[in-house]
């Protein structure tokens, strides 16, 4: 069956929809059945993993999407002891037991046939045939009108259903029988008084004042739990009463066939777990759990069908309010090293670092190559940020250059286009933006660009921007960032040439080596750079490096906090 649903994953991710849900239960199966920490269920969640690791590969080969992997578990397992094993009884005839001896006139029916929650499921989702090998003895209309009382139990939770009306001592006569003679370790009702009464053999509690006792002051969702009951029993549909096999304390008890369970209220099987990418969007209320609305409400807005569609605008750090985080990044047109075209990517590689300038090189702009998006303002509004671009390079409508985005209040300064070679005239144009940052109440230049692939043309490029018309412009008073792609590496004129007036971040840091930016999968060399005025203090830099930021672009970006005087 696994192997089955392997296949239909691998065909889905081959159509390309935007979600694809494969469902593994072989260690809930094998958990119901053996134990949640029993070897056959550890062997089922090899069995899992190799899985999950196989559709991972195809889907990051898919020619349509660039897939994320989710991984999440909506609940864990309590090893539990079956009622029947350890009673001698079913749990139906000793609720009938009870309500017998109350004197009452409904006796709930006995239902034979396989009790087992393996048995169960074969029953619900089998066909016609397969009900039949599994049957259980229906009760007929009949029946139900003689005996009235109803049942329905499925892992550690049941609710009983009594078609005549009861008193309020009736309902604690009721609950202190079934907690005493039928072994029942919870038993909960709601008498429409506005709280939940809860009957264990130390006697009658109530939700929510008595949560710790009922359900253990050490419960890690134990708030969240008491809520929950309190909602299960007001439900219209929940029945008389709800019996539990756990409380805090005691031993977990199943009403099916098993030695595994879950839907009661046992901490183990209450936890579940997610594995998500870092830069998730979840809630703004940020808590120490995760609900499945969480978690759909987070894949909504990765499909951009939520209201909220960008990522959460970054938040000035605690503390020094002179820090800046800077980032300088070749988005290669938002092309990934998978020939993917995903500006949303590009956008979340940034958001996962929350940069307080942001400088692209290589952005599209109508250009039909990349399906005529507006890049620059695409990932500007996923980031909430405000951005400037410059095109260097324009045919008709299609524009491609480089762009500053900020979510502090930013004004353009000049933009304009570098010196070339002569002799060359083919070669790509070449640009630079400057724009004046007001950080509170300090003024910052930044300057970005993107230089040249042959050595002369760039010592012409990096002449032009010291000169007056840049960066010994009058207006261009410290403290000034440039930054970009100088397709030059640290030890070339050019970079000695610009280190001569500027600072580079990376040689900052004594205690750690330049880190590589080009290229992007296995980067080899730094040539990507950002220099500042030595008036600047430069606290820590980094190029990050996982998954997704090594399949974004053919460059990796480079960030740098730093302290500006």
């Known amino acids: 069956l696994r192997e089955l649903i392997n296949i239909c994953g691998k065909n889905d991710i081959a159509r390309g929809p935007p979600i694809i849900p494969p ?48 991984i999440y578990s909506d609940h864990g397992q309590e090893k539990s002891k079956s009622y029947i094993n350890e009673y001698g009884i079913t749990i139906e005839e000793a609720v009938s037991a009870v309500f017998t001896k109350f004197n009452h006139t409904n006796i709930l029916p006995h239902v034979n046939g396989l009790g087992g929650i393996q048995s169960q499921r074969i029953r619900n989702l089998g066909g016609e045939r397969t009900q039949k090998i599994f049957a259980r003895q229906q009760v007929t209309e009949v029946e139900h009108r003689v005996h009235g009382l109803a049942m329905t139990a499925m892992g550690p939770l049941a609710h009983v259903y009594i078609p005549t009306p009861l008193t309020l001592d009736d309902y604690d006569a009721l609950a202190n029988d079934l907690v005493h003679n ?10 429409d008084t506005g709280k939940i009464s809860a009957w264990t053999k130390e006697g009658k509690c109530l939700l929510p004042e008595d949560k710790e006792k009922i359900l253990g002051a050490d419960h890690p969702f134990l708030a969240e739990l008491c809520r929950d009951l309190i909602a299960l029993c007001q439900h219209p549909e929940s029945g008389d009463f709800v019996l539990c096999g756990w409380r805090a304390g005691g031993e977990s008890i199943t009403f099916p066939q098993e030695n595994g369970s879950h839907c009661g209220p046992g901490p ?3 936890r579940g777990f997610s594995l998500l ?3 998730t969007v979840l809630p703004e209320e940020r808590k120490s759990y995760l609900r499945p609305h969480d978690l759909r409400t987070a894949a909504f807005h990765i499909l951009g069908r939520s209201e909220r569609r960008s990522a959460p605008r970054p938040v000035r750090r605690p503390g020094d309010k002179r820090l800046v985080r800077v980032m300088t990044y070749n988005v290669h047109s938002c092309i990934g090293m998978d020939g993917k075209i995903s500006p949303e990517r590009i956008a979340r590689v940034i958001a996962q670092h929350q940069p307080d300038i942001v400088a692209l090189q290589e952005v599209d702009v109508g250009k039909s190559r990349t399906g005529g998006i507006d890049q620059a303002h695409r990932i500007a509004q996923y980031l909430q940020m405000d951005f400037h671009f410059y095109p260097t390079f324009r045919i008709e409508e299609e524009l491609y250059g480089d762009a500053i985005l900020t979510h502090f209040p930013m004004q353009l300064v000049k933009t304009g286009q570098l010196p070339g070679l002569a002799s060359r005239p083919q070669l790509e144009p070449r640009g630079a933006i400057w724009v004046r940052i007001k950080i509170d109440d300090k003024e910052i230049q930044c300057i970005n660009t993107h230089l040249g692939l042959f050595p002369k043309e760039r010592r012409n490029q990096v002449k032009a921007l010291i000169g007056n018309e840049w960066l010994g412009h009058p207006e261009c008073h410290d403290p000034v960032i ?11 004129p050019v970079c000695q040439l610009l280190k001569s007036r500027l600072m580079d971040v990376q040689l900052e ?5 330049p880190k590589k930016t080009f290229f992007g999968r296995y980067p080899l060399v730094r040539i990507d750079h950002i220099f500042t005025t030595p008036d600047i203090d430069v606290v820590g830099v980094d190029v990050p490096i996982n998954e997704l930021s090594q399949v974004a672009s053919d460059h990796l970006p480079l960030t740098a906090e730093i302290r500006i005087p």
Do not use: M
């Open 277 to 279: 990418p870092d830069d």
């Open 268 to 270: 183990e099987e209450t």
């Open 182 to 191: 039928a072994h029942i370790p919870l038993v909960l009702f709601d008498a």
């Open 482 to 492: 440039l930054c970009g792609d100088f397709n030059a590496p640290p030890s070339s």
């Open 509 to 513: 840091l004594t205690d750690q080596r």
């Open 23 to 70: 469902y593994f239960f072989g260690y809930d199966g094998q958990g119901h059945r053996r134990g949640p920490s029993s070897l056959f269920a550890h062997w089922a969640l090899k069995g899992i993993d190799s899985s999950i690791s196989r559709i991972w590969r195809e889907a990051r080969r898919s020619k349509h999407r660039s897939y994320d992997l989710w």
